[in-house]
């Protein structure tokens, strides 16, 4: 009985809801086989030490990432694969909505599953949601509410403000760069048809929405003194190279892939000459802003528009020859992910990618690398400390990788928590520092104008002999602090 009532739904799906829903699971089964094979990202271990001090806020990004982190810790533990199955489910749903909003533009069933094969052969979407981190959550916010507002412009349902706000609202508390879609939509909506709508109450009440959603975050930043503000102002002037409009544009060849640009800049023309002008002008924005203050990736949520928008305009311009040209397009894209999959996912074993070029063509394959070893050989520093100072000893990291990692490795080991001045560490401050400290990877010159009798005790190695960012560093001991603690932590403190 099962299996024929199975069967009747199978008839009753569209060949196109198959296409799309095949698209999508073949990427989740594609994340699901390769997520396991290396070990935490610094970015992972990070997420999951703000997990374990869930508050409203961190320094550089809200709490939605680390409550899904949370989540995953209650489920799976610290486990590598069960981490990265959210941002492979994220990965799956824009898919989806990829050809959702191909639908709300006007696309045909060609269009919007050639929107579909744009979005799953994506390189910015394939390399970032194998990794469990802001950026893929923040992915689906920006697509959500580029497919919200898709919609309000075609149906004019008043009453779907109120869902773009919660959908903004909640971009707001996974990652700050929404802001720039708000400052389009800001734009759009008095530019276009869209601004009839400002004399009802519908927008107010769905700004309102957002407000309400991001308010306990805006209360924590004023508790903590901005902190985020800081942080944005300092990492734009530490990585000024990465901000320059030259980069970013550059990066956009990587992330759209150059056989997909013709397409993409379809997208831009169907957008501004098909109807579709208030999603136009409320992508350009942000696209604007962020060639002047973002690095590249931070338009990425904006391509898998602009290629569902191609996709509809190549389908209304080949009548003559639609097929051939929507499946040629289909092929190209197939064979340009084929071609950057290496670089986009995990495919080789650990050891073979270690030694391979990837990880000076990727820094995320090599930021993957040693943390294990990194926290045995902290381990092996701590054991070698007098068991009468052992339980005094506090362990001060260089990083947010170095500490979460020993926070997460450490414990099996009979490690204390790390400490550490970099970012939301800084809100972790230890009770006390007035006994013996091993540092891992800062300078010993340092150090020394903070506390007596430092020396190297070990140095930082990985099995591969993988020169990543922890590679070479010392692992130091340091007899007592020279100072108070309250004098000391701000010393410490890293907003960059």
């Known amino acids: 009985m099962g299996t024929l009532r199975g069967t009747k739904v199978l008839r009753r799906a569209s060949p196109e809801s198959l296409a799309v829903g095949g698209l999508a699971l073949g990427v989740l089964a594609l994340h699901l086989a390769t997520n396991g094979l290396y070990g935490f990202h610094r970015d992972e271990l990070y997420y999951l030490d703000s997990a374990r001090h869930l508050a409203w806020g961190f320094v550089d990004y809200p709490p939605v990432t680390p409550a899904i982190a949370r989540l ?27 050809s959702l909003l191909a639908r709300e533009l006007g696309g045909g069933r060609a269009a919007r599953i050639l929107a579909a094969i744009a979005a799953a052969t994506s390189p910015i979407l394939l390399g970032a949601n194998w990794l469990f981190e802001t950026v893929t959550f923040d992915q689906v916010c920006w697509l959500v509410c580029l497919w919200l507002t898709a919609r309000l412009v075609r149906t004019g349902d008043r009453r779907l403000w109120l869902a773009l706000g919660v959908a903004l609202g909640v971009g707001l508390e996974t990652k700050y760069t929404i802001v720039a879609l708000i400052a389009g939509l800001a734009v759009a909506v008095p530019m276009t048809p869209l601004r009839r709508h400002l004399r009802t109450p519908w927008p107010w009440v769905g700004l309102a929405i957002a407000l309400l959603i991001i308010l306990p975050n805006l209360v924590w930043q004023f508790a903590y003194g901005w902190p985020s503000l800081a942080y944005t102002f300092n990492h734009h002037a530490a990585q000024a190279s990465d901000f320059a409009p030259l980069s970013f544009l550059s990066d956009q060849l990587a992330l759209i892939g150059p056989l997909a640009i013709p397409l993409w800049l379809a997208g831009w023309y169907w957008l501004f000459s098909g109807g579709g002008r208030s999603l136009g002008v409320a992508v350009l924005v942000p696209f604007v802003i962020f060639l002047f203050a973002g690095k590249g990736y931070y338009i990425g949520p904006v391509h898998p528009l602009l290629l569902a928008a191609g996709a509809c305009g190549l389908e209304a311009w080949t009548r003559q020859r639609r097929r051939l040209v929507l499946r040629s397009t289909a092929v190209a894209l197939g064979v340009q992910s084929l071609v950057l999959l290496p670089i986009a996912l995990p495919l080789l074993q650990e050891a073979a990618m270690a030694r391979s070029s990837l990880p000076s063509i990727r820094n995320d394959f090599a930021d993957t690398v040693g943390w294990p070893e990194l926290v045995a ?15 005094d000893v506090v362990i001060l990291t260089s990083n947010y990788g170095e500490a979460g990692a020993i926070d997460t490795f450490g414990p099996s ?27 891992v990877g800062m300078d010993v010159g340092f150090l020394s104008t903070l506390f007596e009798g430092c020396s190297p005790v070990a140095t930082v190695s990985n099995a591969y002999g993988l020169h990543n960012q922890e590679f070479g560093d010392p692992i130091l001991l340091c007899a007592r602090a020279r100072m108070p603690l309250d004098e000391l932590w701000p010393r410490l403190k890293d907003f960059a």
């Open 72 to 98: 995953s810790l209650l489920i799976f533990g610290p486990s590598v694969w069960g981490l990265r199955l959210w941002p492979s489910i994220a990965g799956a749903a824009m898919v989806v909505l990829a």
């Open 377 to 391: 050989q902290v381990a092996g520093a701590y054991d070698r400390v007098p068991e009468t100072l052992r339980s």
């Open 413 to 439: 080991l009979g490690l204390p928590a790390a400490v550490s001045g970099e970012l939301t560490y800084y809100f972790w401050r230890p009770a006390r520092m007035s006994g013996p400290v091993l540092a």
